[in-house]
Nanobody, 122 residues
Framework: AVEVVESGGDSVQVGGSLELTCKTR????????LGWFRQAAGQERERVAL???????TYSDSVKGRFTISKNRDKGIGFLQMSNTLPEDTAMYYC????????????????WGQGTLVTVSS
């Protein structure tokens, strides 16, 4: 089965930076869509950023200009660089990839990591 593990979450002051890492196993990372989602306490899960198999990235309006999603095709690792953080960025951040190694599209996202916690204090 595909496996996803996030890391890099921490507590930072407003305006600080963090880089989250998504390590994957069980499929060819470079051929798959990868996404970052987040869920704050009492809120529904929100899509933050996606990067498709062609390395085209899309972002939620709430993080445009502040976050950057990327991936390393050779190592099968995804990243979320967070800059100019705001208190409302506080959430559990999850990495997600397609549920199997046969349909690489973003429409087939379904394998989730355990999450990594980001806390932005003011």
């Amino acid at each position: 089965a595909v496996e996803v593990v996030e890391s890099g979450g921490d507590s930072v002051q407003v305006g600080g930076s963090l880089e989250l890492t998504c390590k994957t196993r069980g499929f060819t990372f470079g051929s798959f869509c990868l996404g970052w989602f987040r869920q704050a306490a009492g809120q529904e899960r929100e899509r933050v950023a996606l990067i498709d198999s062609y390395d085209n990235a899309t972002y939620s309006d709430s993080v445009k200009g502040r976050f950057t999603i990327s991936k390393n095709r050779d190592k099968g690792i995804g990243f979320l660089q967070m800059s100019n953080t705001l208190p409302e960025d506080t959430a559990m951040y999850y990495c997600v990839v397609p549920r199997d190694n046969y349909d690489y599209r973003c429409s087939n996202l379904g394998t989730w990591g355990q999450g990594t916690l980001v806390t932005v204090s003011s």
